[in-house]
C-alpha cells in the first residue's frame, strides 16, 4: 500500500520526524514495506504546502534550515488550512503534532476526528485529544475502518503503551509506576547535588527543560495527563483528569532530599496507575523510593516506568521522554505499527 502522509503542525516534533524520513526512507521500503509519500503540511505559522504529486523531502529540509519555515515552498498549492488539508487532499495517513491544550483538546481533537470521519488514519503526539477522549477516538476509528496511535504521549520514542499493550500482551498488569517528567526528575537530581528549588528550577529553564511557565511540570499536572493516558489505554479504564490526586514538587526542599539520602531512599515525583478489585486508583506524588528501586536510579531528564505483572514480575523500561528525534521516532514507530496492520489485513 503507498501511504500518502500530511502533517497537521509542523514544529520541532514534525520536522524532526520529516528528517527520519529522509534519512531512512529506502531503509523503511526494504525492512519494513513502507512507501510513502509525503503530500501535504499545514501549520499556521510555518506556512502550508500541497503538491498531488508529493512533496520534495529534500527541499522542505533546506527551507527549513534557511528560513525556518517553509512558505517558501516552491510548487503545488498553499493556502490550504487544516480542516482542508485533512478533508480535502490526496491523503490516507494524518501525522497531527498541534500543540497540546489538556482543558479542550483543540485544535487536535478536531483534527483527529476529522481525519477518523474521512477515513483516514491518524498517528499523534498531542496528549490533550487522547487524555480527553480516548474511547470515543477509539470507537470513532473501528466504524470507520482506520486506526489511530499515539505512542509519544506518554515517554515520548521510549515504548511505554506499544510495550504495555502489545509487548505484554497477556500479562495481566496490575500497577504502573513512572516517572513520567523530565523537568521535575531534573530538578530533584541537581537538588540532591545542594542546589535549592529555585536555583535547580532556573537552570532547568536554561537549558530548555523547563518553560517560562514551568506550572505544569513542577505542579505535576504534566504528569497526571499521562497517568490518564495510561490508566484508560493499558488498565481499560474511564479516568479524567480530575480524578487524580495531584501534589507536585514545589513544596520539596534540600534538606528533605538530604533526609531522604540518609535514610537510603531518593525523592521521585511518581504517577501511579493501580487496579485493585476492578478499581482503578491514579495519583502523581513526590515519594521517598528505596535506593534499591530501578527508578531511585533514574537521574537528570531521563523517564522510566515499572510494571508489575503476573506472569514476568516488574519490569522496567528507561529512556528519553521527550526531544525533537527522540518523539519524531514515536510517531515513525505508530506509523509502521499501522502499516502492518493493514499489511495484515
Excluded at 3 to 11: E, Q, R
Excluded at 137 to 156: D, M, P
Aim: proline share 3%; net charge neutral; hydrophobic share 40%.
Amino acid at each position: 500500500m503507498k501511504w500518502k502522509l500530511a502533517i497537521i503542525g509542523f514544529g520541532n516534533v514534525s520536522q524532526g520526524l520529516v528528517k527520519i524520513l529522509n534519512r531512512k526512507k529506502e531503509i523503511l521500503k526494504e525492512k519494513y514495506g513502507f512507501d510513502f509519500q509525503l503530500m501535504a503540511i499545514s501549520d499556521p505559522v510555518k506556512g502550508s504546502a500541497y503538491n498531488e504529486n508529493g512533496l520534495d523531502l529534500i527541499k522542505i529540509i533546506e527551507l527549513l534550515d534557511k528560513t525556518g519555515d517553509i512558505k517558501g515552498y516552491p510548487t503545488g498549492i498553499k493556502d490550504l488550512d487544516s480542516i482542508r488539508t485533512i478533508k480535502e487532499t490526496d491523503t490516507n495517513l494524518i501525522i497531527e503534532t498541534t500543540p497540546t491544550n489538556v482543558k479542550t483538546g483543540e485544535p487536535g481533537l478536531t483534527h483527529i476526528r476529522t481525519a477518523l470521519q474521512s477515513k483516514k488514519s491518524a498517528v499523534t503526539t498531542n496528549k490533550g485529544p487522547i487524555a480527553l477522549a480516548y474511547p470515543e477516538l477509539k470507537r470513532l476509528a473501528e466504524e470507520n475502518g482506520v486506526f489511530i496511535r499515539f505512542e509519544g504521549t506518554v515517554l515520548s520514542g521510549t515504548p511505554s503503551l506499544n510495550l504495555a499493550t502489545e509487548a505484554l500482551a497477556g500479562c495481566g498488569i496490575s500497577r504502573i509506576q513512572g516517572i513520567v517528567n523530565g523537568t521535575t526528575n531534573f530538578i530533584l537530581t541537581k537538588m540532591e547535588n545542594g542546589k535549592s528549588y529555585e536555583d535547580a528550577l532556573k537552570e532547568a529553564q536554561e537549558l530548555g527543560y523547563a518553560e517560562a511557565d514551568p506550572t505544569a511540570d513542577v505542579e505535576g499536572r504534566d504528569a497526571a495527563v499521562k497517568t490518564v493516558i495510561m490508566a484508560n489505554v493499558i488498565m481499560g479504564g474511564n479516568v479524567k483528569i480530575e480524578d487524580v490526586q495531584r501534589k507536585g514538587i514545589t513544596e520539596i526542599t534540600v534538606d528533605d532530599v538530604k533526609k531522604a539520602k540518609e535514610n537510603n531512599n531518593r525523592i521521585k515525583l511518581i504517577a501511579e496507575v493501580a487496579k485493585e478489585n476492578n478499581m482503578i486508583k491514579v495519583s502523581v506524588s513526590p515519594r521517598e523510593l528505596p535506593i534499591t528501586h530501578p527508578l531511585a536510579n533514574v537521574m537528570g531528564a531521563i523517564n522510566a516506568l515499572t510494571f508489575t505483572t503476573d506472569h514476568l514480575g516488574d519490569i522496567t523500561i528507561i529512556g528519553p521522554g521527550a526531544g525533537r528525534v527522540e518523539t519524531g521516532q514515536a510517531l515513525l514507530t505508530d506509523i509502521l505499527a499501522i502499516n502492518r496492520l493493514v499489511d495484515s489485513l
